[in-house]
Structures are given as structure tokens and as C-alpha cells.
């Protein structure tokens, strides 16, 4: 059955496990030099711009020449937006739209400078939409222009004042002829002013380069049951994913479908407002906001479901499970929490 997105995500199955190998691919088959050619980006035999030399295999092949051959499109833009059930809706909406700003861009924008320009165009004064541009990293790769696409948007925790919002994010890119798969995910730091969420300062994934995957991870990749985002899908891909992560998403997938959004990358360093270190950058969680098609933050997703899949993730061999509902009769005095940062998803902590 096709799972039914909240509004303005990716269309019904873009976040199934082969489009999550392939990137957005899924999402522009059809246009011209897009379909049949996607590859994951650690591929070395992914297409690149000016890798053939100039109607060599072409001529050969009686195909166009480079020059001749029409350009890919990239998919449209979609303004994500606040389902029911949020907190802070304000707080995601101003960090969303500055994500979206940097990383979407026409032929030729995709200047710091430019990227600076559209953060101003929000409303951000000249020096601070500057030094966010200057931060953006993995949300302005190398490419004549580029799409941002927020699969979601959760708290990486969320204060009185202050927040982390995570923006999970799919970001095709346009290079030469040719669409490459992409994405992100930005831990957006934010302050409450007088005048509403205040964007301070962006902490783009930096997931690390590819390695040999192991048993666990191959079995993941080929889980169709498991989503995962371009982020969550290059941390496992870096070897800094423990085996207990991957099992436990295995275990779960047997009986849900499970919508990743973060595991290690783009995730605060301690736990939001504390000195004590996440199990995530340690490769000890991962985050899920929807579960068999039904978000975890909208009041429409049946209690059941969501008290069924955390008490099924401690089964699983988490020590430390949050989301929307305190559930009570865990193993130990603390496996349950819940708290206003886990409203809109649910965590699975390991010791190791």
C-alpha cells in the first residue's frame, strides 16, 4: 500500500530504500538525461559533467553529442509547512525556510554570496544572513543550480528560548547536463526574540566518507521497510554506525515501516540544553518520525501505534526510548521518557 506523505513532503514511495540508494533519480525519471542514469553519489561511475571526451562516444554510437543533448531538470521546489500538532510551529517554519533559501538555487546563484542575498531576502539583517551562508557547508555543494526538498523537520530540542530544529532534506543538483542525487540534514540553531525565532547559527551533517559495509548494513540498504534520508543513509554507508542501531531497525522493520530522520549526522553534540553527549553523534541512535506512514507529531496517528512501536524498540535492546507518550514498566526506572523535544518523534538510544 502506498504510504500518504504529510503535506508538502516527497511524493507517496520517494523515500522507499532504492530511491533513498538513488537519491531524488526517482523523482525526475522522465526528464530528459535524468531517467536510467542515477547512481548513488559514492558511485565513481556516476555520470559527471565533462567526463567523456567531447563526442568521442557519441559519434561512435550515433547518439547526440554533450552539446546537443538536452538538459536535465531538476525537480520542482515544495514549501514544506507545519502539520497539526506542533509545538512551536514558528520555530521550524523560520529554520525550514532559511534551509530552503540556501540550498534551492537557479543556474549560476549558488554563490556564497548569492546564497547570503537570499537569506537576506527572508528578512535577515546583512551581517548575520552573511555568516549563515558562511556556515551552510554540505547545504551548498558544488553545482550550477539545486533544490531542497525537507522530507522533515523535528526538534533537536526545544527550550523556552531557545531551539534546535533538525531539517532532514533531499537536494538534487544540477552540474553540467546531468541531475546528481543529494541531500542534507542542518541542526538549525534558533533564539525566541521579541519579534519571533531568531536563526543563530547552522550545523550542516558531515557523515564522512564511504566504507566497505558490513552484514548489518547491507541488510539494511535492502530492507524496503526502512527509510532512510540521504544523511541517515551516508551515515550508516561511513562504518560509524553501531551494530545495534542497524539490528534494532532491522528487528523493528518486521513489524513497521519505519521512516528514519537522523542516526549520527546533523544532530546536536550533547543532549539539547545539557552538558551530556548524545548517543547520536556516537552512533548509538537514531530518531524515527513516522511509522507506517503516519507521523509521529500529527494528533491523528493512533497512541496505540506509537506506545506499540517504543515499547517494540526496548524490546529491540534500547536502553533509552522517548517520543510523545510516557509509558510506564520498563526494564529500568529511565527506559521511558517523553518530553516536548520528543513530540514529533520517537528516539532509540544504545549503551553500545
Known amino acids: 500500500m502506498a504510504l500518504l506523505p504529510p ?16 537519491g531524488t533519480a526517482a523523482w525526475c525519471v522522465g526528464a530528459a538525461g535524468c531517467s536510467g542514469g542515477a547512481k548513488s553519489p559514492s558511485d565513481s561511475s556516476s555520470p559527471s559533467a565533462g567526463s567523456r571526451s567531447p563526442g568521442a562516444s557519441a559519434q561512435a554510437s550515433g547518439s547526440p553529442s554533450d552539446a546537443e543533448r538536452p538538459r536535465a531538470a531538476l525537480p520542482k521546489a515544495i514549501s514544506w509547512r507545519p502539520g497539526p500538532g506542533e509545538i512551536e510551529p514558528a520555530a521550524k517554519l523560520a529554520a525550514v525556510r532559511l534551509v530552503e533559501a540556501l540550498g534551492t538555487w537557479p543556474d549560476g546563484q549558488g554563490s556564497e554570496r548569492a546564497a547570503a542575498a537570499r537569506a537576506a531576502a527572508l528578512g535577515i539583517s546583512a551581517t548575520p544572513a552573511a555568516q549563515l551562508a558562511a556556515q551552510a557547508g554540505s547545504l551548498r555543494p558544488t553545482a550550477d543550480a539545486a533544490v531542497v526538498r525537507v522530507i522533515d523537520a523535528q526538534y533537536g530540542g526545544i527550550l523556552t528560548d531557545t531551539a534546535s530544529v533538525l531539517v532532514v532534506c533531499d537536494q538534487p543538483t544540477l552540474l553540467g547536463s546531468v541531475v546528481h542525487p543529494g541531500g542534507t540534514t542542518v541542526d538549525v540553531r534558533l533564539s525566541r526574540t521579541s ?48 551494530d545495534s542501531v542497524l539490528r534494532a531497525m532491522l528487528q523493528l522493520a518486521g513489524g513497521y515501516r519505519l521512516s528514519v530522520s537522523v542516526v549520527r549526522s546533523g544532530h546536536p553534540l550533547d543532549v539539547f540544553g545539557t552538558d551530556r553527549p548524545s548517543d547520536h553523534p556516537l552512533g548509538r541512535a537514531f530518531d524515527v518520525w513516522r511509522i507506517d506512514g503516519h507521523a509521529v507529531v500529527d494528533p491523528a496517528t493512533s497512541r496505540t501505534l506509537i506506545t506499540a512501536f517504543m515499547r517494540a524498540a526496548a524490546a529491540a535492546g534500547s536502553y533509552n526510548v522517548g517520543g510523545p507518550v510516557q509509558l510506564s514498566g520498563g526494564a529500568t526506572a529511565n527506559q521511558f521518557f517523553s518530553d516536548d523535544t520528543h513530540h514529533d518523534h520517537v528516539h532509540v538510544g544504545f549503551t553500545s
Open 7 to 22: 503535506p508538502c513532503t516527497p511524493p507517496p514511495g520517494a523515500l522507499a530504500r532504492r530511491s533513498v540508494l538513488l
Open 195 to 242: 519579534a519571533g525565532w531568531k536563526v543563530t547559527t547552522l550545523h550542516p551533517a558531515a557523515p564522512g566518507p564511504a566504507t566497505a559495509l558490513d552484514a548489518a548494513a547491507r541488510e539494511v540498504f535492502a530492507q524496503s521497510r526502512i527509510e532512510l534520508p540521504p544523511a541517515s543513509a551516508a551515515d550508516i554507508r561511513s562504518g560509524a554506525v553501531h
